[in-house]
T-cell receptor, first 114, second 109 residues
Framework: EAQVTQNPRYLITVTGKKLTVTCSQN?????MSWYRQDPGLGLRQIYY???????DKGDVPEGYKVSRKEKRNFPLILESPSPNQTSLYFC?????????????FGPGTRLTVL | KNEVEQSPQNLTAQEGEFITINCSYS?????LHWLQQHPGGGIVSLFM???GKKKHGRLIATINIQEKHSSLHITASHPRDSAVYIC???????????FGTGTRLQVFP
């Protein structure tokens, strides 16, 4: 089954404790991206990747890192999480670059930083 | 002026009603997407369209590129259609991804 998986689905952590949210897709997509969704602000892009070893900043990259060592995986790293990173996070993938092609979204990761 | 406006913000309907959700934008785009976000949070892509009309089951999406407007219609609405519907696109003026703030639809039996 074609899918984008994210782990964990829910995470409660404390300020400053490094964490990684994994994202994996099995569709051989070249484009992958991370979004955060906050009430009243909608979806905002954090980082995206056009292919292996190619990543770029989206609208709200501060406080996040990503890597793309393999085509299928695109982890989101919070080196020192802060409460303002409490949000709902989505990973998405597509064959072509952002929103020029059908997007496939992961199930979301609800992160709470205390 | 906002680059995108969705209306209405909230919509309540009785089962069986015809639903229309609107998305107006002010920038140049090549394609517009309609997304559905379920109450549990998951997001599904419903349509990507660059002209005319697309239909999938009870859902119909239309776009008028000249008027910079798109609509999502749901015929014979059902409680399982209750979700937030979001329009999104890539602006080729700014090369920026833009998301609408969503329309929350509740369909009651």
């Amino acid at each position: 089954e074609a899918q984008v998986t994210q782990n964990p689905r829910y995470l409660i952590t404390v300020t400053g404790k490094k964490l990684t949210v994994t994202c994996s897709q099995n569709m051989n997509h070249e484009y992958m991206s991370w979004y955060r969704q906050d009430p009243g602000l909608g979806l905002r892009q954090i980082y995206y990747s056009m292919n292996v070893e190619v990543t770029d900043k989206g609208d709200v990259p501060e406080g996040y890192k990503v890597s793309r060592k393999e085509k299928r995986n695109f982890p989101l790293i919070l080196e020192s999480p802060s409460p303002n990173q409490t949000s709902l996070y989505f990973c998405a993938s597509s064959f072509l670059e952002a929103f020029t092609d059908t997007q496939y979204f992961g199930p979301g990761t609800r992160l709470t930083v205390l | 002026k906002n680059e995108v406006e969705q209306s209405p913000q909230n919509l309540t309907a009785q089962e069986g009603e015809f639903i229309t959700i609107n998305c107006s934008y002010s920038v140049g785009i090549s394609a517009l997407h309609w997304l559905q976000q379920h109450p549990g949070g998951g997001i599904v892509s419903l349509f990507m369209l660059s002209s005319g009309k697309k239909k999938h089951g009870r859902l119909i999406a239309t776009i008028n590129i000249q008027e910079k407007h798109s609509s999502l219609h749901i015929t014979a609405s059902h409680p399982r259609d209750s979700a937030v519907y979001i329009c999104a696109f890539l602006s080729y003026n700014t090369d920026k991804l833009i998301f609408g703030t969503g329309t929350r639809l509740q369909v009651f039996p």
